[in-house]
C-alpha cells in the first residue's frame, strides 16, 4: 500500500516537468555493506556531483528525492528498495532512462564502490564497474574516474 502511495506521489512530481531536453537518471542512496551510512552517503553524493559535472543526465539524486517528499513515511517505504526491480519501478515512475546504483563496502582498510548503469526500461545493466580504494578519501578522490569509466564512451 505504502509502494503504491510513494510511486503515486512521485509520478505527481514527475509530471510536473514535460519538456525535457536530456534523459533522466536516477541515483538512489548507495547500499552500505559493512560501512557507517555517513560513509556511504558522502560517496553518493560525491558520484551524484560527478554526474552531474558530465551534463549528460537530467538528475534526480538522492538527495533529492528527499527534499521532494519531505522524506515521510511514504519516502522510507520507497527507500526500502533494495532490488533492482523495485528501483527500476521507482525510476520509471519519475521518468528516468536509466537508473545508477551502487553499494560502499569495506573490506579490511579497503574501501570498495561497486555501481552500474541500468537501462530502466529493459532492466538490463549496461555496465559495471568496481572502484577499491585505500581509505574513504582515496576512493572520495577517485569517483568522478569511475563515473567517466561507467558513463562516457570510449572514442
Request: hydrophobic share 50%; glycine share 4%; charged share 25%.
Amino acid at each position: 500500500m505504502f509502494r503504491v502511495m510513494s510511486i503515486s506521489l512521485i509520478l505527481l512530481f514527475a509530471s510536473v516537468s514535460t519538456a525535457i531536453a536530456k534523459p533522466k537518471a536516477l541515483i538512489p542512496h548507495l547500499q552500505a555493506r559493512g560501512v557507517q551510512k555517513h560513509e556511504a552517503k558522502t560517496i553518493g553524493t560525491a558520484l551524484c556531483h560527478a554526474v552531474s559535472k558530465l551534463k549528460l543526465y537530467e538528475l534526480i539524486c538522492s538527495d533529492d528525492l528527499q527534499a521532494m517528499v519531505k522524506w515521510n513515511a511514504r519516502a522510507a517505504q520507497l527507500n526500502a528498495c533494495q532490488k533492482d526491480d523495485c528501483l527500476t519501478e521507482v525510476a520509471d515512475a519519475m521518468k528516468a532512462k536509466i537508473l545508477i546504483s551502487g553499494s560502499l563496502s569495506k573490506i579490511d582498510s579497503d574501501y570498495v564502490l561497486a555501481i552500474a548503469i541500468m537501462d530502466v526500461h529493459s532492466g538490463k545493466v549496461q555496465k559495471r564497474i568496481e572502484l577499491k580504494r585505500p581509505g574513504l578519501s582515496k576512493l572520495y578522490d577517485a569517483v568522478a574516474d569511475a563515473v567517466a569509466a561507467l558513463l562516457v564512451q570510449p572514442k
